[in-house]
């Protein structure tokens, strides 16, 4: 399948997972400590504790209305309304890949997304929602296994039970990838030395990591200072989340610490790169041999060595990104079935940006092979 020409590797695709997911799949020791999924309403996203109390929330935030509403919403509602009473099953997604012309997906969470984000986690609880959440993805890939592949959820708080599921992941169940929330929920900012058995095991794996964030979690959050308005709470925590997690990773000495580490900032925008990275050197120049006496390259140096951020498909200021740092870091998502996708055009839009075809050929398919280690499509 090619698209004008163009292979399509969709490299941050989602998944609607079933209501019971937990209740199916978690080991039966934490099954009363599950997250229950809300399915009031087409493509619903939340979840509460056993006791009804919103999981994955602020106190006080989405306990009222089923969602935000308004045209957008009340748009996705009905263009996923076939796809809900079809039950969001894998062959589901296969139809929505071939409907938008995606060759390949790595598939990323949508209720899953909100599962490790609640305020002091048992780390027990947190590696059984991993595993569980996992051994459903495994199972749901199993339609098309040259076409659809997990990015697998870790635990943050807990670093050898993270280490033990990435193994698992990689060895047992063939995925992709890793992802974590990038805002940072274990008390532990990315750059601490915490991570560093995590991000050696990647390494060793060859396998990479994606950074995903969401609108809304139950630990602190820079979205949360807009309290109820979804319009500014999705507009800042994407990308400003991404923002300081590149810090970590590119200022903080990770990459540098470890060479063979790919990361991906997804789903925040690549707009912004530019100016974060020229402020990041800056500061290294200014400030860095008392704070950053380790680095011997810049953060725009090991980014581009070692890192990938998403465009939009209708991100007009994207030509800006790629004149300043160029067409080899950028990958592309349709971000299906999300309330701000383009599907069933989200790479129509992508053509309609002023790209050259080599843009469009790095972007939709060889930037995201070689972030996922699939240099050829039956790889």
Not at 120 to 126: Q, V
Not at 281 to 288: A, L, R, W, Y
Not at 321 to 334: K, L, P, R, W
Not at 340 to 354: A, C, G, I, Q, W
């Amino acid at each position: 399948m090619s698209r004008n020409g163009f292979r399509i590797l969709d490299s941050d695709m989602h998944i609607q997972e079933p209501p019971d997911l937990w209740q199916r799949y978690i080991e039966p020791a934490y099954r009363d400590q599950a997250p229950v999924g809300v399915h009031k309403q087409v493509r619903d996203l939340r979840m509460t504790h056993p006791d009804g109390k919103p999981w994955g929330m602020p106190v006080g935030l989405g306990q009222g209305a089923p969602g935000p509403a308004g045209h957008l919403f009340n748009h996705t509602q009905e263009l996923f309304r076939p796809y809900e009473e079809r039950g969001w099953t894998s062959r589901v997604q296969l139809d929505a890949m071939d409907e938008e012309g995606v060759d390949v997906a790595v598939l990323y969470p949508t209720r899953g997304l909100h599962a490790l984000s609640e305020p002091n986690m048992d780390p027990g609880l947190t590696g059984a929602l991993a595993r569980a959440y996992n051994n459903w993805l495994y199972d749901f890939c199993q339609e098309d296994t040259s076409r659809l592949f997990g990015a697998a959820m870790i635990t943050p708080f807990d670093i050898e039970e993270a280490i033990a599921e990435t193994r698992r992941c990689v060895e047992e169940l063939g995925f992709r990838a890793i992802f974590l929330r990038a805002n940072v929920s274990s008390g532990h900012q990315w750059h601490d030395s915490f991570y560093d058995p995590l991000w050696s095991t990647l390494e060793e794996l060859n396998i990479p990591l994606g950074f995903h964030e969401s609108a809304s979690a139950g630990v602190p959050q820079i979205g949360e200072q807009f309290g109820n308005n979804f319009m500014l709470r999705h507009a800042y925590s994407h990308p400003f989340e991404l923002m300081v997690a590149l810090g970590s990773m590119c200022g903080g000495g990770v990459l540098e610490r470890h060479p063979g580490l790919r990361v991906a900032f997804l789903e925040g925008n690549c707009s912004w790169l530019p100016f974060m990275l020229w402020r990041l050197d800056e500061h290294q120049e200014m400030f860095g041999d008392q704070w950053a006496p380790d680095l011997t390259m810049t953060p725009s140096e090991v980014f581009k060595r070692q890192c990938f951020v998403s465009v939009e498909p209708d991100e007009t200021p994207a030509k800006y990104a790629i004149a300043d740092i160029g067409n080899d870091n950028i990958v592309f998502s349709t971000d299906y079935p999300h309330v701000d996708t383009k599907f069933p055009h989200s790479v129509d839009k992508l053509f309609e940006l002023p790209l050259t075809d080599e843009d469009l050929r790095k972007i939709l398919w060889d930037n995201c092979a070689r972030f996922y280690g699939m240099d050829d499509p039956k790889d």
